[in-house]
Structures are given as C-alpha cells and as structure tokens.
C-alpha cells in the first residue's frame, strides 16, 4: 500500500505547470482519502516553502510542527473527527493532550514550548509512517522525494513543484481548506457553521515582542517606511511583516520591519513599492552577519535573498498585486 512506502526518488525531469494542475486536480477529485492527514501535510508543506534549505530541503521536525499544529487545532480545539474512526495521528494528539492535561481552548501556537515538544514526539512517527508515502504516490513523486528510513532522512522539493506552490500559494490553500472541511463536515454531522473558518484559521498570530527588541537594538530606531525616529514612541513602535502575514503566516524575522503606527495601520494588507525591497534584502544581509542570532533563529539560518524576492515577485499572482508607499 501506498501508505506503507518508506522512501520515494524525486523525479529528475522538468514539469510544465500544466502537468502539475493536472496532478493536483486528480488529488482533489479522484484520489482516495479515508482520514484527512493529506489535506493536512500539504497545508504544512504550504506553511514551509520559505524555510527550505538551498537543496530546497526541510527537516522532519520542520514539518512535523506545522502538521502538528493543523491537528492539535482540528482534533482538540474545535473537537472535529477526522475521519470514520480517529486516525494514528488524531489518537497521539488525543492521548498526549490527556496525558500532559493540556487546556484545549489554547491554539498549538499558544502552548508551552515543551509541551509542542511532547505532543510532536508523539505524531511524528505516525505523520512519517502513514503520510508521506501516500501524499508521495498521489503526485507520482513530481510534488517531492523522501526517505524517513533514520539514516537517511530527507524531504526535498521537486524545483517546479516548488516555483509552482510559491505561484499559487494562495490558490491551493483555499482549494486545500475547502476540500478539507467538505470532507470532515461527513464525519461531524452536527457540527455548526463556520467549519471552513476553523480549517482556515490554524495560524494564531503570536506576539512580536521580541522580534521588537532584536530589531531596535540593532538598527537605527527608525521607521523603515517613512524615516520617522521611532525612540519617543514607546509602544507605539509597531512591527511589521514587510510580506503580509495572510500571505505568509509565519513570524520571520527576515520578513520583519520596525514601523510607526500610522505606516503600519495605512499599509495593511499590501506589499510595500520595490524601492524598499532593496532596502530590506540590504537589511537582512546585515541580520546574517550575526552568528549569534543564526544560532537562535531558524528561519533566518535557511533565509536566502532569493526567498524573499521569489516572495515578493509572486505576492501579486496571490492576490497582493496593489504596491504601497507611505
């Protein structure tokens, strides 16, 4: 069975757009799925694509917190099943949050950092086992390759595969939460409305408290927007995501500015003129030249310039074509 492969090559030839469409039509509409974990790795997979290595690779852990997060939501928080009966990932998720006694009113963001620990050492084998390999065949190995066999582990995107979900970032995932909540909506009957607003929202915006303080301790305390000295502000001084967070829905710090509150609060959900794209791409070369804060920030050990420019040059095909200058 599909579900049951421990490893899968990548394919080595060019992919045209269209095949992958093709690919992602036959998932959505013809390929079998009894529990929704394949919905949830691509979901992970999306939340991902910027935290890639230069091989376009990402650790197990890396995806192992994003899916984690996508179930602790569904299956604790809003109390959905997920299929006819529990899956091995829901059934970890239900045994290490009674277990730890964890409240399940909280998002997986809001936990304790030891407690995400625990609840992913319990799903990660089952999200290794029955995931991947099934997700791998229904896309012929043109989405990626893995192995999950421990000395030779890896997940690595296929290069279009990869162009392709930073174009249609957007588009997919709205596919992907659609289809999602039709199919939980079979297995929880009595659930009220608004279940596409519980698969929509996993993400939960965490403070950017300390992305603040690393930013003003290392830059002139000014607006990068407009100039305005920040230094008299207090906690006026916003920080903002140069990309919007809709569009992203990580906190990098590579994608973080420091901004007055009237730039921020005029910018919203729009991406910034090009002239300060340079400014940024100048920015983050400087953060890079911090050993100290590689080490303590994962995201900024994986950044690249080339990321945030793919970002940027593939924000307005997801909907953030207006540019904004203050």
């Not at 963001?109 to 799903?123: A, F, G, V």
């Not at 830059?219 to 569009?247: A, M, T």
Request: hydrophobic letters at 35%; one cysteine or more.
């Amino acid at each position: 069975m599909s579900w049951e492969i421990s490893h899968g090559n990548m394919s080595d030839r060019s992919l045209r757009e269209e095949e992958i469409w093709y690919q992602f039509t036959w998932f959505f509409y013809k390929s079998k799925k009894t529990q929704t974990y394949k919905f949830g790795l691509i979901k992970a997979l999306i939340e991902n694509l910027y935290n890639t290595d230069q091989n376009l690779q990402l650790t197990y852990d890396q995806i192992s917190y994003a899916f984690t997060k996508v179930y602790w939501n569904l299956v604790i928080r809003h109390g959905l099943k997920q299929g006819k009966q529990n899956s091995s990932v829901a059934g970890a998720i239900i045994e290490a949050q009674v277990t730890r006694n964890l409240p399940v009113n909280l998002s997986f963001d809001q936990l304790k950092p030891q407690d995400q620990l625990s609840i992913m050492e319990k799903t990660s084998p089952a999200m290794k086992r029955y995931v991947f390999g099934a997700l791998y065949s229904d896309f012929s190995g043109i989405l990626y390759g893995f192995d999950r066999r421990s000395r030779m582990e890896y997940f690595e995107f296929h290069p279009d595969a990869h162009v392709f979900l930073l174009k249609y970032q957007r588009l997919i995932t709205d596919l992907v939460n659609y289809h999602l909540a039709k199919m939980i909506e079979q297995y929880n009957p009595v659930t009220k409305d608004f279940l596409l607003e519980k698969v929509e929202s996993v993400a939960q915006r965490e403070s950017l408290q300390p992305y603040r303080d690393i930013l003003i301790s290392r830059f002139e305390n000014n607006c990068f927007y407009c100039s305005k000295s920040l230094g008299r502000l207090g906690r006026q001084v916003h920080v903002d995501h140069f990309i919007p967070w809709s569009l992203v829905q990580s906190d990098n710090i590579w994608n973080l500015v420091l901004s007055c509150r009237e730039c921020n609060l005029n910018k919203k959900d729009k991406v910034p003129d090009d002239s300060y794209l340079t400014r940024i791409l100048e920015r983050n070369e400087s953060l890079k030249s911090e050993k100290i804060l590689i080490q303590e920030d994962q995201s900024l050990y994986n950044y690249r310039p080339e990321k945030l420019e793919l970002l940027y040059k593939y924000s307005d095909q997801n909907g953030f074509e207006e540019r904004w200058a203050p």
